[in-house]
């Protein structure tokens, strides 16, 4: 079976992209493979850019296996989380490359990186769990608290609003917005420079700076991951 998560290392950066032919979905096999890719990259001491297919990051977790509940999507929903915890206390930078859409679980990744570019477009980054009948997951609160604005914060957790390109760097939600053609070119050069940093320090002050917002987003999953599933 190939695979939809590819890693190219090349000198001190790992791209690791996204890419299932369809919306990115979140699957069991999807974050197994970048749960691999993201070992890999530990194991070459590389910065990361974290990527997805032209026009979408990630739609979020698969819905055919969150609809069917049972353990398997139970598991989907606690490996989604627990992806997302270890990017925000990765050892290396993580660069988030927002190729378009990014909703639900997508956005939660993409929020978890340390710099975050995304693309002009008509594309939608959303928190969209109370348009569709879910109550926001502890985990997802605490990134989304730490990331945005407190003005986007409870727009975003309690009223399910999208946000754009336009207004999601004001937001919070993204660091810059380039053009498509320009993306690959910006996410190197914020790379590149990212891994001239002395990683001790990148690692050591990064736990500091998260510790509350990761043994929070812990302590909410290991509590009460089971109500994310419908």
């Known amino acids: ?66 609809r069917a509940g049972g353990a398997e999507s139970i598991g989907m929903v606690r490996a989604g989380f627990e992806l997302a915890e270890r990017i925000l206390s990765f050892p290396f930078p993580v660069v988030v490359a ?3 859409h990014a909703v639900a679980m997508g956005v939660f990744l993409a929020l978890s990186g340390d710099y975050r570019v995304g693309v002009e477009g008509n594309f939608r980054l959303a928190a969209n769990e109370v348009a569709i009948g879910l109550t926001m997951p502890y985990p997802a609160i605490e990134i989304l608290r730490n990331r945005l604005t407190p003005s986007a914060f409870n727009r975003a957790v309690m009223l399910a609003e999208p946000f754009s390109p336009a207004n999601a760097v004001e937001a919070g ?5 380039v053009t498509a053609d ?5 996410v190197r050069t914020i790379a590149t420079a990212a891994s001239t940093l002395d990683m001790a320090a ?4 990064k736990l500091r700076a998260r ?13 009460q991951y089971s109500i994310f599933v419908p």
């Open 98 to 100: 927002c190729t378009g």
């Open 202 to 205: 990148h690692a050591a002050s």
């Open 211 to 223: 510790g509350a917002m990761l043994a929070a987003m812990r302590t909410g999953t290991d509590a």
């Open 173 to 177: 939600f993204l660091d810059a917005v």
């Open 182 to 186: 320009e993306l690959a070119v910006t």
């Open 1 to 66: 079976m190939e695979n939809i998560v590819s890693y190219r290392l090349d000198g001190p950066v790992a791209t690791i992209a996204m890419d299932d032919g369809k919306v990115n979905a979140m699957s069991p096999r999807m974050l197994g493979e970048v749960g691999a890719a993201f070992d890999r990259a530990e194991a070459d001491r590389a910065v990361v850019v974290l990527t997805g297919r032209e026009g979408v990051f990630s739609a979020g977790f698969d819905l055919p296996t969150l």
